[in-house]
């Protein structure tokens, strides 16, 4: 995975961290080059345009969504990050380094990745402009529980109709780009711990002030 110079040249200092913390953090990087690796097979910018017919149902749409395989596989990997029970959940290895910081520069950076995170799941993106606006979370969760990883009759129902609006291509598309922008910011998370361990208890960070609730 490339890491630039620029995005750890600030070095913070963190608590120690006990065995199952360390073996968290490790869990979750190996967990994000598996994500990377899948990602390395498609790396086309999404594109994709549409057009509606006088009922206001969307009559074309055309995109360039990878083949499904792809994307279960990538679905597969991301997995890891989303599912709430997972050691390496997004949010949990989020929180971990936002409380070991101790450096309100690394706190506020990390904290900024996790706000990114949570403003990529709220996303309505493809379905919002067709007509039937889903956030990113829903569609991961719709597909994940009905199609991918499980059978759920009343998620392949509301999956259903909401192709039945937009169509199944496009919340493919949809769940394409969920998985790559949560993707972006999985990887912000795994540079900041790209060098942690027990044995080096040291975050990486730009060398910015990230300050909350500000333009930076």
Not at 3 to 15: A, G, L, Q, R, W
Not at 33 to 47: G, T
Not at 49 to 68: E, G, H, K, L, M
Not at 104 to 114: D, G, P, Q, S
């Amino acid at each position: 995975m490339t890491i630039f110079p620029y995005m750890i040249s600030h070095v913070t200092d963190i608590e120690p961290l006990s065995s199952e913390q360390a073996q968290q953090l490790l869990l979750f990087k190996e967990r994000a080059e598996d994500l990377a690796e899948s990602q390395r097979k498609y790396q086309n910018v999404p594109i994709s345009s549409y057009s509606r017919n006088p009922a206001d149902r969307v009559s074309t749409f055309q995109a360039n969504t990878p083949d499904i395989d792809h994307i279960a596989t990538m679905a597969m990997k991301f997995r890891f990050f989303y599912a709430d029970k997972e050691p390496t959940h997004f949010e949990k290895v989020a929180g971990l380094l936002r409380r070991k910081a101790k450096d309100e520069w690394a706190i506020n950076y990390v904290e900024r990745i996790a706000l990114w995170y949570k403003h990529a799941m709220k996303s309505t993106d493809t379905t919002g402009a067709l007509g039937s606006p889903t956030t990113n979370r829903e569609i991961l969760n719709l597909w994940f529980n009905s199609k991918f990883f499980h059978s759920d009759t009343l998620k392949r129902e509301k999956l259903e109709s909401i192709h039945q609006v937009v169509g199944k291509e496009a919340s493919l598309f949809q769940l394409y780009i969920a998985i790559t922008q949560c993707a972006s910011h999985i990887k912000s998370l795994y540079v900041v711990a790209h060098k942690t361990t027990d044995k080096n208890l040291i975050i990486c960070t730009p060398s910015h002030h990230f300050r909350l609730g500000g333009n930076a």
